[in-house]
Structure formats: C-alpha cells, structure tokens
C-alpha cells in the first residue's frame, strides 16, 4: 500500500513511516528540501498552497494521506507572530493536503489528520474526565484546534474516511516536552510544575505509532480518537515517574510565576492547566495499549536511544 505524510520527518512522523515500511507499505514525504529517495522513503517537494501545483500527483491513487505538519507549540515563546505562525502551518497545510485530494482522480480512502488535546481547554484541578464528545474550550490552542479540525473535515464531503488524532503529550527521549524535562533532572534539580496537581494526558510514542495504524486500517474508524494513554496522572506523579526513571530525586518545583516568567504566555494553558483526557473510543473499539501506566511507559521512554 501506499501512503503519503506531511509533516513525515518530524518527531512522530519520523516513527510512524519507519512502522509503515516495516509493514511492507510505501511511503512519501512531503518536505520543503529537495526531491530525493532515502532507505526506501521518497521525499517529495511540497508548498503548502492550496493552488494545484505539481506535488498534487504525488496525492494520486494512494492508499491514505497523513497530516502531521505544523510548528512546534513548545518550541519558541508565545508572540503574536509565533501564534500566527502556529495557526498559519497547521490551517496551510491541512486545506493544501484537502485540496489535492479533491483534485485527485482517484482520491485516497482516508485522511488522518494530527490535531491535539488542547482543544478541550484548560481544566480544573479535580475535573473528570474528558472523551472525545467533551466540548472545546476558548483558548488559543482551543480554538486553533477547533479551527484546524474543521479544515480536515472538509474531505468528508469529498469521499474520504477523516480521523482526527487529538494527541497528548508524547513520551520518547530524543524529542517532545520529554527531551526538554530531562536534563533538570540530570543535574539534581528536577521537580513538579506549578502546584504538582495538574494533570497530565501523556502517551508513550510506540503507542501513539500503533494507535495511528490500527485507525488508517481499520474502516469503521472515522472522526474523532484522542491520542492519550488510559491513565492520566497529575504533573506531580508524571515527575516523580521521570525521576524514578532517571534515578534522580523530584524535589524541587518550579513556581508558577517563574514559568511566566520564562515562557510568557504558553505557561498557562501548556504548562500549568491539567486535562484528564481518557482515549474512550479506542478502547471501547479495542486497541490495546503496550503502555498504559506511568512508571513502565517512562522507563521505557528514558532508555530510548
């Protein structure tokens, strides 16, 4: 089979093609670099217009497109330009990729779309849980989400199968928020964010792979999965996980007002609100999770290499 990602050479499509090679597929990557062939892997130049361009053949009679580009929410601190920039990839990309399958001939049977918990917006402390038929929230990254899910959706019409993979915090070592947790607490200063009870919808990356698989095969899934392990924890259990995993202490927090501090405005909603998202429609179609609890799924993820 054949499948195209954007967004392929980033932190979970990166992973993501390799398991879809592994299964003896194709796959294409979308990039902004130059047109090349890598260990089975073509890269494929692409503008992010919704103006037919020559990339649109390379939508052609495959097997699925997946969405996965956008700029890093973490990355850089919240400006109005870094927000703009943050809306501008994702809505770019998302109504390009739905324009070249309406300009298909033969377009592909489904759309897997990345999209994120954030939509749910910042939740209370002791809030229950949250599925995939929660209300969105008001926020930026409420309404970016909202927004950025309803351009996927406009492939609906055109006789594709739209997942929309709302993806939590992603547990791997060599990226995420987890590449930038660790080295705190490799110097003996790691510790809580904020107050420590916040809860955190976190999701070991081997799992996020697998889960995005078992939705591109099988047919009955469409709409909305959240992209979270079954137990969330508070921010306080999630470090003392990664301290046990590292052999560290998780002694000292971090106050709230210092986060502002250094990362302005993403400290609220990113950092220091919780949501306890639960993937309540994977489980009830029956995937089954390698990682479901904390302590073996940060483990796993601290040895990584």
């Not at 390379?58 to 601190?77: C, F, P, T």
């Not at 402390?125 to 409420?142: C, N, R, V, Y």
């Amino acid at each position: 089979m054949r499948y195209v990602i954007a967004g392929g050479s980033g932190f979970l499509g990166r992973p993501l093609a390799e398991a879809l090679l592994a299964k003896g597929h194709h796959v294409t990557i979308l990039t902004r670099g130059r047109d090349r062939d890598d260990r089975g892997v073509s890269y494929r130049t692409w503008s992010p217009s919704p103006e037919r361009a020559a990339w649109w053949t390379h939508v052609e009679d495959v097997d699925g497109v997946i969405n996965l580009a956008g700029s890093g929410i973490a990355d850089k601190r919240w400006t109005d330009a870094r927000k703009a920039d943050l809306r501008d990839s994702r809505i770019q990309a998302t109504r390009a990729l739905v324009a070249a399958i309406g300009g298909a001939a033969k377009r592909p049977p489904v759309f897997l779309t990345g999209s994120a918990i954030g939509i749910y917006g910042p939740q209370p402390d002791h809030g229950g849980p949250l599925d995939e038929f929660a209300a969105p929230g008001t926020d930026f990254l409420s309404t970016l989400a909202v927004d950025w899910e309803a351009e996927a959706r406009a492939a609906e019409p055109l006789g594709c199968r739209v997942v929309l993979l709302r993806t939590g915090i992603v547990l791997a070592r060599d990226g995420g928020a987890l590449q930038k947790m660790i080295p705190p607490f490799q110097f003996f200063v790691g510790g809580p964010l904020g107050s420590g009870r916040q809860v955190m919808s976190w999701i070991h990356r081997r799992d996020w792979v697998a889960l995005a698989l078992w939705l591109l095969e099988r047919g009955d899934a469409t709409g909305v999965f959240n992209g979270t392990a079954p137990q969330p924890v508070t921010n306080r259990d999630f470090s003392q996980a990664l301290g046990r995993a590292l052999h560290r202490p998780s002694l000292f927090p971090v106050p709230g007002f210092v986060l502002r501090i250094l990362v302005g405005e993403m400290a609220g909603p990113a950092l220091l609100a919780g949501q306890r998202v639960v993937p309540r429609r994977a489980l009830e179609m029956g995937f089954r999770f390698e990682f479901p609890d904390i302590n073996t799924a940060m483990t796993d993820a601290v040895r990584q290499h």
